[in-house]
């Protein structure tokens, strides 16, 4: 992009095209230099047009002094210039060969914990600036536990100011150590610690000659090298549907985009909470049919079956479902001046869901610079706690740490319209209450759900309409009985005009339902396919193995597997319901 | 940069948050409006809205505020676009402030922008009864907006609070209102201006030929090129020059600067971005008339 590489537009068109995106969020204190870093990253790397260096030089602001201030590039409003620091959330962006860059720039005074919640939460990566003259301060402490707290993957510690302390070594040392004991506690995995100086530039484009100790990146070049992305979950397709895209009666497609996992064509879904099952029969976007799609494209599924689904429904995978409940232990950061109340209604926002929902106890509050848990009996403005969250209807999510998008939500006062608070919903690991005593409490006062019988029966319900011997259905409904599931067989000579009901009941109580029959086809066999829904009904044709009932059970078995109605593992179907 | 088959370049992650925008208004909100400015800007978020409905149509009318001293290339390109995408289209002036003889030489800048774009724009929204408007501001354009949320709160007049936005975190957003107040929404948020330029050059977004270089009649003023689309813009003993120019950014013509460049094709006009890295604000009159000036508008409403 500069003059010292030169390249043809098509040359520069081509590698812009592929680069990828990095946000990642800033914190310092007051006085560790962080608009001077970020003014350096943007100027280093020609992000800043030379009409807004211009409008510096003439802003008639008293500042520190120099010859240029990076800060002031950075330094938005008025009021701000008039107080001197940042009070706000500001984003920047600026591009090197590599990749683009989004900044989320956020202050670290003690009463804005809720602007570095916020910059953190869509961030990759979070940079935490420390005085070098200082060493490691509350805040710097209070910094790097909402980084870990807000699930950012990745840390760089910059040890800022070296010039002041002659770029000694031993000083470097001691502050990593400093921040290391700490990190430790926090579950931080990935910390980098790069010694710097901002105002002169050592090691935050280039590495600095006055740091021969130090041997890893520079900040640029680690912000150009470490993984982007990640703050995604690969393993759980979930996809909360956003909008219904029905242009004619021919077209019926969820719009949503992809929250974590991946689908493809013709992959099996779950509806949540209808526990509805479909398969994925295209993915349509304005460009053209895709065959596959993973976060965070933004796309319209289509479904084989005509099913009913809304915004706030979840598309999910059948063999990982999340947990679905009314109540749920979270972490939460409290963004407004009226005090977090226990009992109060309040309007939760998950993924596209937004329902009513109280705080039915404040676990503790955390002292986030010595992460100590304090009992509370409420929460102030930028204080962070635990809570026992009860929603007016069932949500579907994930803990935070497993997946950012689905365990994620924010509270919002219906009397005010404000947002007052954000929540990250608490891990199974040590932190939720076993699962049996969870189950106790769960859907005590709501209607037993689809969901729930599957998750009582380990197996979704289907009617499989069976031509060939009795026999067959009766080996196999053996073998599904040993394997925990409920089955039960419909014999031809049980068969009538009832059949259709009788078979849609059984399955709506959720069992495997096996109806032995002479034929596939039939009038008796549409209206037990509409009866029971077109998306649990299944046709086998076994007349050909009438001597082999071992053989063909086993198929019949085989085929419930392979279409999501029976856990293939011991993994997902279930778990957490 | 090795890119498996599942990374996704910024540009379609930029497209993918702009999209996830789109429908959450479109969900939320009894009657959305789009702001059409007929700029670049709007072009890509026209584009933007396509893609978050199809196959459907774009579920909101596009609402351009015309305080008649738009440019004809301009006009003609909306009636053109919007009818070629089968937008609806609806054009709001103010018309009692055009009637008292509103001009930027007789008001100054402030004062015309205050009365048809600001005031025009406010009571456009009122007519409509919108609830929520899109718009096609970036934070990377001016300082003041780095701070803007995607979901920027207007209370009844319309008037925006820097100390009073709601914090925005993840892709969660707030869009409860009371009767009478406001969102406007900014789905190009992220987007720098390059990223708008290499996506209108990738997905082909048709745009108003005045960003394109031809030979232009003007008035020269100093560094300033000055279209003399209308009269009353020229000073006692100007004349208009034929000038090899383009302009940077679209408004109204007395104030939109152009300049000097042979740029006829977007990655040339790429090209000259990367090398004149001059703001595209520059040339607007408008915002050398204060320090800090975008920051005083945005309060009163302008976008």
Known sequence: MSAATPMTIEEFLAQDERKELLRFSTAGSVDDGKSTLIGRLLYDSKGVYEDQIASVAKASVNQSAGSFDFALLTDGLRAEREQGITIDVAYRYFATARRKFIIADTPGHEQYTRNMATGASTADLAIVLVDARNGVLPQSRRHAYIAALLGIPHLVVCVNKMDLVEFRQDVFERICEDFAAFAAKLDLKDVLYIPISALLGDNVVSPSARTPYYRGPSLLEHLETAPAGRRYNTADFRFPVQYVLRPNLDFRGYAGQVASGSVQVGDPIMVLPSGRLSRVSSIVTYDGGLAEAYPPLSVALCLEHELDISRGDMLVHPSSVPYVSRRFEAMMVWMNATPLEVDKTYLVKHTTHQVKANIRAIRHRVDVNTLEHVPAVRLELNEIGAVLVETVKPLYFDAYERNRVTGAFILIDPMTNETVGAGMIRGAHGHEPPRKQREAIEFEFTRVTPVERYARAGHRPAVVWMAGDAEIAFVAERKLFDRGCLVHVLEEAAQGEGIARVAAALAESGLLVLCVAPETAGEQAAATRQAAGAERFLTKDYREHAGEPEQAADDLVRTLEEAGFLPVTSFGAGEGI | ?303
């Open chain 2, 1 to 303: 940069m090795k890119l498996d088959s599942r990374t996704v370049s910024h540009l379609r992650a930029l497209e993918a948050e702009s999209i996830h925008i789109f429908r959450e208004v479109a969900a939320e909100f009894a009657n959305p409006v789009l702001l059409y400015s007929v700029g670049k800007d709007s072009s890509t978020l026209v584009r933007l809205a396509q893609k978050a409905f199809y196959p459907g149509p774009i579920p909101f009318p596009l609402l351009h505020i015309d305080t008649s001293y738009k440019f004809k290339e301009m006009i003609e390109f909306r009636d053109r676009f919007t009818a070629q995408i089968g937008a609806r289209l609806i054009v709001y002036k103010n018309e009692k402030a055009l009637a008292d003889g509103a001009n930027p030489i007789r008001l100054g800048t402030q004062k015309c922008c205050g009365l048809l774009k600001t005031r025009g724009l406010l009571d456009g929204l009122a007519a409509g009864g919108y609830d929520a408007a899109f718009g096609g501001a970036r934070r990377e354009e001016e300082k003041s907006r780095a701070k803007e949320r995607v979901y920027s709160f207007r209370d009844k007049f319309g008037q925006w609070d820097p100390k009073n936005q709601r914090p925005e975190l993840w892709n969660l957003y707030n869009g409860r209102i009371d009767r009478g107040e406001t969102i406007r929404v900014f789905p190009l948020s992220n987007w720098t201006e390059i990223d708008i330029w290499h996506y209108i050059h990738l997905e082909q977004i048709p745009v108003v030929p005045l960003y394109f270089a031809k030979e232009r009649e003007m008035i020269v003023r100093g560094n300033l090129l000055i279209p003399v689309e209308q009269d009353f813009v020229r000073l006692p003993g100007e004349k208009p020059q034929w000038v090899m120019c383009r302009m940077r950014s679209i408004g109204c013509s007395p104030c939109s600067g152009a300049i000097r460049s042979e740029a006829d094709t977007v990655p040339k006009i790429i090209e000259e971005m990367i090398h004149a890295r001059r703001s595209e604000r520059e040339n607007r009159v408008i915002d050398y008339d204060e320090e800090g000036s975008m920051e005083i508008k945005k309060r009163e409403g302008y976008f």
